[in-house]
């Protein structure tokens, strides 16, 4: 069973339609949840880290929630540059330091 | 510049013949791992290191072997690589403190034949 879900699985936007990404986790005791991008044949690159329900954050056109079930990355008035694979991950307040559970990603693309 | 360095970027090999991919990071991180990447399953988990000398078992380690003798390094080892290792491979650190924010390598592409 995943500990980390994502939907949808693919989105395809036009520009300037803005939407949301989910992230949902199965196990309580959350002690941090990251978001990061990933652009075809590299690393993924870190977009936010959030640890407390009703936090937020946001860089650009970006903007992380969470509550105590989800998160979401709201992308406003998207642009082709922002098409990508976007990836949930969280770690655990029971297990080790550097344990980390990724989620299966969403394929985020935007067409002029 | 900050980084975390993977090599080699791809390997072709053979089953059963022992390869090592190496994984090195100038930030002076306590916290390394490594991932595959399979289509479809996302990121996964193999090993990870606290510290040196303190390694830990993620989702998938079975076929693979580390060792962290030295800070800034952490190779991925398989000793009798099989096909279903074929896989993307990346390498990650972080700080101990702060925003537990990963830095990942460029990834190795592996393929065993």
Known sequence: EDQV????????????????????????????LFWYRQDPGKGPEFLFTLYSAGEEKEKERLKATLTKKESFLHITAPKPEDSATYLCAVTYRGSTLGRLYFGRGTQLTVWP | ????????????????????????????????????????????????????????????????????????????????PSPNQTSLYFCASSSATGEEKLFFGSGTQLSVL
């Open chain 2, 1 to 80: 510049e900050a980084q975390v360095t993977q090599n080699p970027r791809y390997l072709i090999t053979v089953t059963g013949k022992k390869l090592t991919v190496t994984c090195s990071q100038n930030m002076n991180h306590e916290y390394m791992s490594w991932y595959r990447q399979d289509p479809g399953l996302g990121l996964r988990q193999i090993y990870y290191s606290m510290n040196v000398e303190v390694t830990d078992k993620g989702d998938v380690p079975e076929g693979y072997k580390v060792s962290r003798k030295e800070k800034r390094n952490f190779p991925l080892i398989l000793e009798s």
């Open chain 1, 5 to 32: 879900t994502q939907s949808p699985e693919a989105l395809r936007l036009q520009e300037g339609e803005s939407s949301s990404l989910n992230c949902s986790y199965t196990v309580s005791g959350l002690r941090g």
